[in-house]
T-cell receptor, first 109, second 115 residues
Framework: RKEVEQDPGPFNVPEGATVAFNCTYS??????FFWYRQDCRKEPKLLMS???SGNEDGRFTAQLNRASQYISLLIRDSKLSDSATYLC??????????FGPGTSLSVIP | GAGVSQSPSNKVTEKGKDVELRCDPI?????LYWYRQSLGQGLEFLIY????????KSGLPSDRFSAERTGGSVSTLTIQRTQQEDSAVYLC?????????????FGDGTRLSIL
C-alpha cells in the first residue's frame, strides 16, 4: 500500500461546479498536511496547509480527519484556471515528506 | 525575496556522461530536498538535507547518484555515467526547517535529457 493515496482521476468538470478530492495516508505519526497544485510542466506550488480544525481560503476548503487518516480538498465555483494536478502532501516527524501521486482536474468551459 | 533557484534550466547530454545539477535554496531555509519527476508521473523523493545532520539518502535510485550540500546552503546533485532512464525533471525544494506546518517551496527544476 502506498503511504499517500489519492483519487486516481482525472476529474473533468464544467465551470462553476464543485469538486472534491480525497487523500488517505498510512502513517498515523503524520503531523503536517498540505495541498499543492502543479500545472503542466511546472513545479508544484503550495495551495494551502491543512489544519486539524479544517480551513478555508476563498473557494478552497481543506479538511483533515486524523482518526480516519483522511484529507480532503473542496473547490467551489470551479474556474478554468483551476485546471491542474492537485497533490496531497504529508509530513511526518523528522521532516519526512511524502507526496501523493496527484489527481488531475480539467475545468471545461 | 528570491525563491529557490536551480541551474541549469535544461541539460541535454550523451549517455555515459556525468552531470551536475545545482540548487540554491531560499535564504535561511535549513531543509533541502531533491526530487525527480518523469513525464506524467508523480514526484520521486531522492535525498533530504537538514542543517548539519546526516542526509537522508534513502531515495537515491543507485550509487550513480550523489548529492552534497556545502555550508548548509547550496546543494549539488551529481549523476555519474548517465543512462537514458535518468531523463526527467529534477526538482529542488527548501523549507524553513524542522517543525510542523513548514511547507516546501520548489525551484523551477532542471529538465535533464539523456540522448
Amino acid at each position: 500500500r502506498k503511504e499517500v493515496e489519492q483519487d486516481p482521476g482525472p476529474f473533468n468538470v464544467p465551470e462553476g461546479a464543485t469538486v472534491a478530492f480525497n487523500c488517505t495516508y498510512s502513517n498515523s505519526a503524520s503531523q503536517s498536511f498540505f495541498w499543492y497544485r502543479q500545472d503542466c510542466r511546472k513545479e508544484p506550488k503550495l495551495l494551502m496547509s491543512v489544519y486539524s480544525s479544517g480551513n478555508e481560503d476563498g473557494r478552497f476548503t481543506a479538511q483533515l480527519n486524523r482518526a480516519s487518516q483522511y484529507i480532503s480538498l473542496l473547490i467551489r465555483d470551479s474556474k478554468l484556471s483551476d485546471s491542474a494536478t492537485y497533490l496531497c502532501v504529508v509530513k511526518t516527524s523528522y521532516d519526512k515528506v511524502i507526496f501523493g501521486p496527484g489527481t488531475s482536474l480539467s475545468v471545461i468551459p | 525575496g528570491a525563491g529557490v533557484s536551480q541551474s541549469p534550466s535544461n541539460k541535454v547530454t550523451e549517455k555515459g556522461k556525468d552531470v551536475e545539477l545545482r540548487c540554491d535554496p531560499i535564504s535561511g531555509h535549513t531543509a533541502l530536498y531533491w526530487y525527480r519527476q518523469s513525464l506524467g508521473q508523480g514526484l520521486e523523493f531522492l535525498i533530504y538535507f537538514q542543517g548539519n545532520s546526516a542526509p537522508d539518502k534513502s531515495g537515491l535510485p543507485s550509487d550513480r547518484f550523489s548529492a552534497e550540500r556545502t555550508g548548509g546552503s547550496v546543494s549539488t546533485l551529481t549523476i555519474q555515467r548517465t543512462q537514458q532512464e535518468d531523463s526527467a525533471v529534477y526538482l529542488c525544494a527548501s523549507s524553513l526547517g524542522q517543525g510542523i506546518n513548514q511547507p516546501q517551496h520548489f525551484g523551477d527544476g532542471t529538465r535533464l535529457s539523456i540522448l
